[in-house]
């Protein structure tokens, strides 16, 4: 038991997490129809998780046969929801008011069916339990109960696996890839799970026989691999978005620390070149904001403290110059203004090899590395 509420926890603090997300996105952006439907889908997710968690605390009130029927509910109108937001993706971007009240009209029928079930048939006479799904024994208000919720979910998730695959042939190559996991996923539950159990359910209560035995036991694990399927699925573009904003941060914060012994030697040289106040070395490397923006102002800083610089080279810096000979006439340079020797004609220092942004920063980054 302690076990089970350890994960149903983690699984909440997961679902609380992404709805709090979800609805900071929607605070910003109210009009979004395909983020409003993703939050709505995150928080009912979050509410059927809240009311497993409380029925497995110690000490609460709260029907114990009541979170599978609250599980099975939410679980429909989730349903309805993505059909609607896999409808929306693809080619055209408009929820079709017929297809999605047809959904919502099943979704209604189904959770009505299963409210007056579950009021009306009381399982503990028997020794059955609505949450622990058998197709060998129970009184037959328990059987349709599964019937006409794995029903439903077997539409469902035929449907989604459907929309999925349908609308990743139009998208960019990691959204389609991310559909088709999830359809792949969708459709394990359903050909694994909902209609083993849909078949198992109906032969008993028409001829007595499950017709496909043991399908409590071995369609659990399929039901697990489509579900971490789906939500892998659903998750793989944004962590591999996650993961290129991640690289791009490292790689700008690592650069900014680089520049930093040829931006302080150009500060204090001329301190007109910072578009910001200075900061220390140790609040540098506690910084994570903002970093390619602090990152390309750095660049621009070191390339101003350069032109300013230019005129006291006694030499022109050639294209054939290493680094470290750069380096040491940037500060033979220093030296010479120092000395308040006349300035020169102006040289570039750090000469990019090539046109563009990437070639200058490499130059500058290569000079900072010599100093």
């Known amino acids: 038991m302690a076990v089970a509420v350890i ?9 609380a997490i992404a709805a709090v997300w979800k609805g900071s996105q929607l605070v910003r952006l109210p009009r979004d129809r395909g983020l409003q ?25 709260f029907p114990r046969q009541a979170p599978v029927l609250v599980e099975f509910i939410l679980l429909n109108f989730f349903f309805v929801l993505l059909l609607g937001l896999l409808r929306t993706t693809g080619t055209w ?3 079709s ?3 999605f009240f047809v959904d919502l009209g099943l979704a209604v029928a189904a959770s009505t069916v299963l409210v007056i079930t579950f009021v009306t048939t009381e ?9 622990d799904y058998t197709e060998a024994s129970g009184p037959a208000g328990v059987l349709v109960f599964h019937l006409v919720g794995n029903l439903f979910m077997a539409y469902a998730t035929a449907r989604g696996a459907q929309l999925a695959w349908t609308a990743a042939r139009p998208a960019l190559a990691h959204t389609r890839m991310g559909l088709r996991v999830a359809g792949v996923g969708l459709a394990i539950a359903c050909l694994g799970d909902h209609v083993p159990r849909v078949i198992a359910m109906t032969g008993r209560l028409t001829i007595g026989d499950p017709v496909l035995p043991a399908t409590a036991t071995w369609t659990s694990p399929l039901l ?5 399927l789906f939500f892998l699925g659903v998750g793989y573009p944004g962590v591999r978005t996650a993961i290129v904003k991640v690289r791009l941060w490292v ?12 931006w302080a030697l150009l500060y204090r040289e001329f301190p007109t070149i910072a578009l910001f106040p200075d900061r220390s070395p140790g609040r540098d490397w506690l910084t994570v904001r903002r970093m390619r923006m602090r990152y390309y102002r750095r660049v621009i800083e070191c390339r101003d403290g350069l032109v300013c610089l230019s005129p006291y080279m ?13 380096a040491a006439l940037v500060r033979a340079a220093i030296e010479r203004r120092a000395s308040a020797t006349d300035p020169a004609v102006p040289t570039v220092i750090a000469p990019p090899r090539e046109s563009g942004m990437e070639s200058d920063t490499q130059a500058i980054i290569a000079l900072a590395r010599a100093l």
Not at 7 to 15: D, H, K, Y
Not at 251 to 262: D, I, M, N
Request: net charge positive; aromatic share 6%; charged share 10%.
């Open 93 to 95: 971007f408009d929820i």
């Open 7 to 15: 994960v149903l926890g983690i699984m909440w603090c997961a679902a």
């Open 97 to 99: 008011r017929g297809p």
């Open 123 to 131: 399982p503990s006479s028997s020794g059955a339990n609505y949450g």
């Open 37 to 61: 439907i993703v939050t709505t889908c995150t928080v009912l997710v979050l509410v059927a998780l809240t009311a497993q968690l409380v029925v497995s605390m110690g000490g609460t009130h």
């Open 251 to 262: 790689q700008a914060k690592r650069r900014y620390h680089e520049l930093r012994p040829l």
């Open 224 to 228: 697990a691999t489509g579900v971490a």
């Open 314 to 326: 006694s030499t022109p810096v050639l294209p054939t110059n290493t680094p470290a000979e750069q």
